[in-house]
């Protein structure tokens, strides 16, 4: 349960469940879930003799890595994510650049993360299931380039 207190735009806390994605080659639909928002620095570490003649374990940043991100929606037979797989899978480079928008409770946007050169590494559907009333969840994994936030 979200509790909403008082504050200034800088301190009041988003709700995660206000979201939208946005694709070119995807269609907005209801999108049940997105994790992966996330960018790793590598560790180098190097040892050095310092003027006393000490060796002295340093750590700088090395490379960039940005996560892979995961979209997840209910399955309502639209083939959009199935078809931007397949073209990876025969080869076609089907790149694309997207967003993740947040929105505050008024339906604004508050904050919007751009992805740049997102191809789909993986699809795959929820298990099938004689015994179970759940929605069927479709889900696609993304390989991405570049991660910026605007907002």
Not at 33 to 49: A, F, P, T, W, Y
Not at 51 to 65: C, D, F, H, I, L
Not at 71 to 87: S, V, Y
Not at 115 to 142: F, H, Q, Y
């Amino acid at each position: 349960m979200t509790t909403i207190v008082p504050g200034s735009a800088e301190t009041t806390p988003f709700v995660s469940s206000l979201f939208n994605v946005e694709f070119s080659n995807v269609a907005s639909g209801v999108f049940t879930e997105v994790s992966g928002l996330s960018i790793d620095i590598e560790e180098v570490e190097s040892v050095i003799v310092n003027a006393s003649g000490q060796e002295v374990t340093r750590w700088t940043p090395g490379t960039v890595k940005y996560s892979e991100i995961t979209l997840k929606r209910e399955f309502t037979g639209n083939r959009e994510f199935w078809d931007w797989h397949m073209q990876m899978v025969e080869g076609d480079e089907a790149y694309s650049d997207g967003s993740i928008v947040i929105y505050n409770l008024g339906g604004k946007e508050v904050s919007r993360w751009n992805v740049n050169r997102a191809w789909p590494s993986k699809w795959s559907c929820s298990d099938l299931d004689a015994g179970s009333g759940d929605a069927m969840i479709e889900e696609i994994t993304l390989q991405i380039e570049f991660l910026e936030r605007q907002k």
